[in-house]
């Protein structure tokens, strides 16, 4: 067994995306780079639909052949039934040339993981962070190693918090704010043998799903609560985010967490569909609840705060790994900077709190219930990240929105500046009604 190093340049708590994309960014710098994690991989996770922009980010990481030689299923775009309409968008349409995919996570994430390692990354598993010290020059992290049972303390010049929803940093020094405007619990589970729908609205069998590619299906359900279907290698992911009131009713089920669950889905309009001829796999329900949260310092003196560690909302545009992958690179760069020019540490931090706080405001009102912001202020925030996008990005945003009903959050930065004009896209569609299974078969025959 390795022995775990008393000293580093920098230490990575956490190897998810987050935690990787930074470890992996400056060990191939040359910084000596020590990267723990509680969890061995590969290791359970949710989040599995991936958006387009992360091949930039593989390419920095030498991570794409290994990305792509994985066979993760590719998606054609998403698919919304909200409030009785169907809408849908196809990726290609916002200029992307590679593919957006559906993923394993404990796959992908191990990826990025050992392609870090690969690039130079000490990392250690089943090491978990007790605690940070981040009060003067040399900063410290404490840790208990679950192989041996003993602890220790790495002290370094910079930390990562790359810990996601177990924010270490956040919860140590009480920067940890829950969301109000975001209640939600979720629940997942996988089935076998699901249908899924393809761009243009046929339903197609579980058989076709490398031949004709899936949209990742989103079902509104009441006003706030929604169900997503993601069509994976082995199975698909079905799971439920689920608004406060709905998600008593939910837990007042009675019966076993997974029937309840089951049942719940299978009484969708379009997913009980889908879901017709597919089986459920025993064991396979997890639940989180109240997950979404606000940073109120994102970085200090030595320490920044990257993906989940940093903020979390409603994941109802799949951009949870993208913004883990930028906060990620942010804090490499941030960090980079800093190495080479100590006298500007104070600054390089700032820029770095300043880049994330506006992704992470575009983020969260892009995810908030219509008409559901109690942070006004986040506006101005997230007007400046989307200036930096590119038009195929603001676009693509826009659509997701459109799709699920809530274009209105995006308002206040089109009234900010009206060349952001999100209300003009036309990159997606309606469509009527969905194709049954067979019956494009059937007519051909
Ligand atoms: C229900 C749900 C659905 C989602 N759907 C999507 C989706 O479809 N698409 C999408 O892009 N995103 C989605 N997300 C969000 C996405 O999963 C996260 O944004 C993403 O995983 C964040 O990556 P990360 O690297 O910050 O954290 P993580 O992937 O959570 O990694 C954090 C790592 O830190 C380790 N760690 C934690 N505490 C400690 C400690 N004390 N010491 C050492 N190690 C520690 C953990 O073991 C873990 O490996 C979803 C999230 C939820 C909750």
Excluded at 287 to 294: E, G, K, L, N
Excluded at 372 to 399: H, T, V
Aim: proline share 4%; with cysteine.
């Amino acid at each position: 067994m390795e022995t775990i190093p008393g000293k580093a340049d920098v230490v990575v708590i956490g190897g998810g995306p987050a935690g990787s994309t930074a470890a992996n960014l400056l060990a191939h710098r040359g910084y000596h780079v020590v990267l723990l994690d509680q969890a061995r991989h590969p290791r359970l996770m949710v989040g599995e639909s991936i958006l387009p922009h992360i091949w930039k980010y593989m390419d920095q990481l030498g991570a794409a052949e290994d990305i792509e030689k994985a066979g993760f299923i590719k998606k054609a775009g998403g698919t919304a039934i909200w409030r009785g309409v169907i809408r849908q968008m196809r990726l290609a349409d916002f200029g992307f040339v590679r593919p957006s995919l559906h993923v394993e996570r404990a796959e992908f994430d191990e990826i990025l993981l050992r392609v870090a390692e690969r690039r130079g990354v000490q990392a250690f598993e089943e090491v978990v962070v007790r605690q940070v010290h981040v009060e003067g020059s040399e900063k410290s992290v404490s840790y208990a190693d679950r192989r041996s049972g003993q602890e220790g303390r790495i002290t370094c010049k910079f930390i990562v918090d790359a810990s996601g929803q177990g924010a270490v940093i956040a919860n140590q020094l009480g920067f940890r704010e829950f969301d109000k405007d975001l209640r939600f619990m979720s629940v997942w589970g996988y089935y076998e043998n699901s249908a899924y729908i393809a761009h243009g609205g046929s339903i197609c069998e579980w058989g076709k799903r490398r031949e004709i590619r899936p949209t990742t299906v989103q079902a509104g359900i009441g006003d706030w609560g929604w169900c997503w279907h993601i069509v994976q290698k082995e199975s698909t992911s079905v799971g439920l985010v689920l608004a406060p009131a709905q998600a008593a009713e939910f837990k007042s089920g009675g019966d076993k967490l997974e029937e309840r669950f089951d049942r719940a889905c299978r009484r969708i309009p379009i997913i009980g569909d889908l879901l017709q001829e597919a089986r459920f796999i025993p064991g396979s329900v997890h639940a989180i609840r109240d997950f979404a949260y606000r940073p109120t310092q994102l970085a200090g003196d030595g320490w920044f705060l990257a993906g989940d560690a940093a903020a979390f909302v409603d994941p109802i545009n799949s951009a949870g790994v993208v913004t883990a992958l930028y906060t990620g690179y942010a804090a490499a760069s941030a960090v980079d900077e800093s190495f080479k020019k100590p006298a500007s540490r104070a600054y390089y931090t700032e820029v770095f709190s300043t880049l994330v706080r506006q992704r992470l405001s575009l983020f969260r009102i892009s995810a908030l219930p219509a008409g559901q912001n109690s942070f006004p202020e986040d506006n101005a925030l997230a007007l400046k990240c989307a200036q930096l996008d590119s038009r195929d990005e603001q676009e693509l945003l826009f659509a997701q929105t459109q799709l699920t009903d809530r274009p209105g959050n995006l308002a206040p930065m089109h009234a900010m500046d009206p060349r952001l004009n999100y209300t003009s896209s036309t990159r997606y569609q309606e469509v009527p009604a969905l194709i049954p299974l067979g019956a494009e078969l059937q007519a051909a025959g």
